[in-house]
T-cell receptor
Framework: GEDVEQSLFLSVREGDSSVINCTYT??????LYWYKQEPGAGLQLLTY?????DMKQDQRLTVLLNKKDKHLSLRIADTQTGDSAIYFC????????????FGTGTRLTIIP | DAMVIQNPRYQVTQFGKPVTLSCSQT?????MYWYQQKSSQAPKLLFH???????NEADTPDNFQSRRPNTSFCFLDIRSPGLGDAAMYLC??????????FGPGTRLTVL
């Protein structure tokens, strides 16, 4: 079965880089996603990566995928107070009409 | 702006009293999903519609039902809410190229 794991908490000083890690078990995962959830809000899609890629960069965000180890990471450069949120990774088999399996979420706290 | 709208944002119901949560979308996406998210947990898929085709997850309790009268609207009916059903309920949509777009959620309290 599918299982997605993340560390529960991460604290980072403002201006430093944040690295949020995720491991998954389903080797047939086709797409992997990062979502951001602010308090009391829904989930906001940040970025996604196809399983045939190993890196994707989008402004301050860099996603790294190690398919061999089934490890996904999200790096946020120059972390700001507005980045405080819970970050969920998720895996899916089919893009678009997919059923996403979410990780437990990592709460990112920014230290001024 | 194209979006996913959920009403109400906060819903209070009594133990055993049926409740309906609403979701609408202006994205014209063919797939709509309902997720349940309990405090400090990952969202859990309850069911989804691919157009009019309903797909229930195997572990979704019978207490939860859904209706999709047209492309734009989808409803979540909880027939007899229990204390364990208190959660955030998230509606999402997708089409083949857009990934999942989530609404702001409805927080359900059961008294």
């Amino acid at each position: 079965g599918e299982d997605v794991e993340q560390s529960l908490f991460l604290s980072v000083r403002e201006g430093d880089s944040s690295v949020i890690n995720c491991t998954y078990t389903d080797s047939s995962s086709t797409y992997l996603y990062w979502y951001k959830q602010e308090p009391g809000a829904g989930l906001q899609l940040l970025t996604y990566i196809f399983s045939n890629m190993d890196m994707k960069q989008d402004q301050r965000l860099t996603v790294l995928l190690n398919k061999k180890d089934k490890h996904l990471s999200l790096r946020i450069a120059d972390t700001q107070t507005g980045d405080s949120a819970i970050y969920f990774c998720a895996e899916a088999i089919v893009f678009g009409n997919e059923k996403l399996t979410f990780g437990t979420g990592t709460r990112l706290t920014i230290i001024p | 702006d194209a979006m996913v709208i959920q009403n109400p944002r906060y819903q209070v119901t009594q133990f055993g009293k049926p409740v309906t949560l609403s979701c609408s979308q202006t994205l014209n996406h063919n797939v709509m999903y309902w997720y349940q998210q309990k405090s400090s947990q990952a969202p859990k898929l309850l069911f989804h519609y691919y157009d009019k085709d309903f797909n229930n997850e195997a572990d979704t309790p019978d207490n939860f039902q859904s209706r999709r009268p047209n492309t734009s609207f989808c409803f979540l009916d909880i027939r007899s809410p229990g204390l364990g059903d208190a959660a955030m309920y998230l509606c999402a949509t997708s089409s083949r190229f857009d990934g999942l777009n989530f609404g702001p959620g409805t927080r359900l309290t059961v008294l």
